[in-house]
């Protein structure tokens, strides 16, 4: 059992965590929540959505938010703590009493793993059940009104399979029209192509339809019947109406569809074995057609395929897994297990004769097609894995900004707000891009998804432990380092050769 006084410092400095920890979360999430609303909010108001939709769009996007800024806050939190013990001298004075940085560092250690859980929690269960509704919400708003998805220069269709409408020019505030063509597919006897200089949009009050007025333009008619049979009309003002346009709201109540960010990692266990499945089943199918090739050149009967039976995969993966589901069948109720009728396995049709196949039916390019499923399947398997350590890389950052910010916070004490934020911004930017890199490269099969998502935690890890063990050597104690001493270190570990300036830059003669 620790001492008294060693649980009574852990507790002290826990709790000098909790409000610099709560105000950066609460700072960095409404900065990054207001650029949102200033990027969307436009767009959002001009469809004429209901206030309460407007704010679900923005109250979805917060938990992809925390999530980033979280591991950031947390690394915040320790810099401007540790900056602060050690400018007030509180360091100096615990370690004249005895206590070591090790034992200082050990329960913001310990802190940091629980946010790291809570981390990971939060990105498996919560973001993405939020991401898929945010997805669906979007979509449903996108089908809103068409006119405000309309592009320059790019036939857009209006209603599905029947309407197609292209502008060169189109302003989105007063809704009028420059170089219009509507291309009008709705008869099934006839097409038409109607043309206009120029045109304004409105809609019905019910919001179904869109009224057009085009002015100077012409209409050119073909009866699909009668090919030779051509009608031209000029018109000075053409007023008509597009029926149908879906422009009333419409929210869609079960998407069945899930992206790889719309998945806990449990399901995307399941997908990834999936994918790994299909890749064994298309590299099998790639050496029976070879093998079939190479028999039909020597005037053998092909070998037919034994298709295996279907084995639905929904054993939990791993123990994490399983524990929720286990969790799950006691805290839910039981679903009803419907019996449903087996059927025979199908019989293999008999395998052909040697006389029915010909030497000279050789497959051009045999395998080709099975290479390509089997590149597509373990491309999907590794947009899936690289995901799941996604998840758990940025709720491990929790714990490896906490293990930087400490020997940064000791070695340069005075460096005050300008190293808290400084160091935290430039961590961020470093630690982000590598995490765009490398999912990028995951994706694209070029590093192993573990490498791709984990390097930028294993650099700043290596780099936060080898800062603690220079500040716990003797004779290496935090002695008070300021904005000068980060320029000399940084200089030292570029080998800059403006170094010889360094004495200059800091005042000497």
């Not at 053409?238 to 960010?261: E, I, L, P």
């Not at 490896?400 to 000791?410: R, S, T, W």
Request: glycine share 8%; hydrophobic share 45%.
């Amino acid at each position: 059992m620790a001492p008294l006084i060693v649980r009574t410092i852990s507790r002290y400095l826990l709790r000098q965590h909790v409000a610099p920890l709560g105000f950066a979360l609460a700072a960095l999430t409404s900065l990054m929540l207001i650029q949102q609303v200033a990027k969307q909010l436009s767009s959002l108001l001009g469809k004429g959505l209901p206030a309460a939709v407007i704010a679900e769009v923005f109250v979805l996007s917060l938990p992809f938010i925390v999530a980033v800024t979280l591991p950031m806050a947390v690394l915040v939190a320790v810099l401007h703590v540790f900056t602060r013990l050690a400018s007030d001298n509180e360091i100096t004075a615990l370690q004249a009493g005895g206590v070591s940085v090790t034992r200082l560092v050990a329960p913001v250690l310990a802190g940091a793993t629980g946010v790291a859980l809570l981390s990971f929690l939060w990105n498996d269960q919560l973001l993405p059940r939020t991401n898929h509704q945010l997805r669906t919400l979007q979509v449903d708003i996108a089908r809103k009104k068409p006119s405000l998805t309309l592009k320059e220069q790019v036939i857009n269709e209006v209603v599905p399979g029947q309407s197609f409408l292209r502008a060169s020019r189109i302003d989105g505030n007063t809704n009028k029209l420059k170089d219009v063509t509507l291309y009008d597919l709705s008869d099934a006897e006839r097409r038409r192509i109607i043309r206009a200089d120029s045109g304004r949009m409105a809609y019905s009050a019910g919001g179904r339809d869109l009224f057009l007025t085009l002015v100077d333009g012409d209409i050119e008619e073909v009866n699909r019947t009668d090919p030779v049979q051509f009608n031209r009309t000029f018109y000075r003002i053409n007023r008509m109406r597009v029926s149908g346009v879906g422009n009333t709201f419409t929210q869609t109540g079960h998407d069945t569809y899930k992206s790889d960010r719309e998945m806990s990692t449990c399901e995307m266990r399941q997908a990834a074995r999936a994918a790994g499945r299909d890749a064994d089943r298309a590299a099998a199918d790639g050496r029976l057609v070879i093998e079939n090739d190479l028999r039909r050149l020597v005037g053998l009967a092909p070998v037919a395929a034994t298709p295996a039976p279907y084995v639905p995969d929904t054993a939990p993966p791993d123990p994490y897994c399983r524990a929720l589901r286990r969790l799950g069948a006691w805290l839910l109720p039981r679903e009803a297990e419907a019996q449903t009728p087996r059927s025979p396995p199908p019989t293999p049709p008999p395998p052909p004769l040697a006389s029915s196949v010909s030497p000279l039916l050789v497959t051009p390019g045999a395998g080709s097609g099975e290479e390509q499923r089997v590149r597509d399947a373990r491309t999907r398997a590794a947009t899936y894995e690289v995901e799941i350590q996604k998840k758990y890389a940025i709720a491990a950052a929790c714990l490896v900004f906490a293990l930087v910010g400490v020997p940064v916070a000791l070695r340069f004490q005075r460096g005050g707000v300008g190293l808290v934020i400084g160091m935290s911004v430039g961590v961020f930017t470093v630690y982000y891009v590598g995490l765009i890199a490398g999912e990028e490269l995951g994706d694209r099969l070029f590093v192993s998804p573990f490498l791709a998502m984990w390097t930028p935690n294993l650099i700043f890890a290596t780099a936060g432990l080898f800062g603690l063990w220079r500040i716990r050597k003797p004779g290496n104690a935090p002695h008070g380092g300021d904005w000068s001493d980060v320029v000399e270190t940084a200089v030292r570990l570029l080998h800059w050769p403006g170094a010889l300036l360094l004495p200059r830059w800091r005042g000497a003669p």
